[in-house]
Nanobody, 123 residues
Framework: QVQLAESGGGSVQAGGSLRLSCAVSGNFFSSRCMGWFRQAPGNEREGVAAISPGGGNEIYADSVKGRFTISRDNAKKSVTLQMNSLEPGDTALYYC????????????????WGQGTQVTVSS
């Protein structure tokens, strides 16, 4: 069983930064791809960023490339999303997610989810 707990959300003005963290419990953390997703009111949940088990590969949604950075610390079983140059369009509930063991790092393979943390960006 994998449990995820996000922290670090909040309210910020456009152009500002926030850092989201995800603490993970359960086995085989270093063997799972990890990711961040978001869902704004009235929209479907979308993938934002993901990172491979060893941390060598990352993928990003086009809308956040160059502004967001995902990282992981396998020793601490944690994942971080650094968000810079935030825009009002980034306002959403952000979820940390984990893949099943052995699954490829694609958006549809994330099976475990946290409760989410709210990010609000004002203009």
């Amino acid at each position: 069983q994998v449990q995820l707990a996000e922290s670090g959300g909040g309210s910020v003005q456009a152009g500002g930064s926030l850092r989201l963290s995800c603490a993970v419990s359960g086995n085989f953390f270093s063997s799972r791809c990890m990711g961040w997703f978001r869902q704004a009111p009235g929209n479907e949940r979308e993938g934002v960023a993901a990172i491979s088990p060893g941390g060598g590969n990352e993928i990003y949604a086009d809308s956040v490339k160059g502004r967001f950075t995902i990282s992981r610390d396998n020793a601490k079983k944690s994942v971080t999303l650094q968000m810079n140059s935030l825009e009002p369009g980034d306002t959403a509930l952000y979820y940390c997610a984990a893949c099943r063991l052995g699954d490829d790092m694609i958006w549809n393979n994330f099976a475990y989810w946290g409760q989410g943390t709210q990010v609000t960006v004002s203009s």
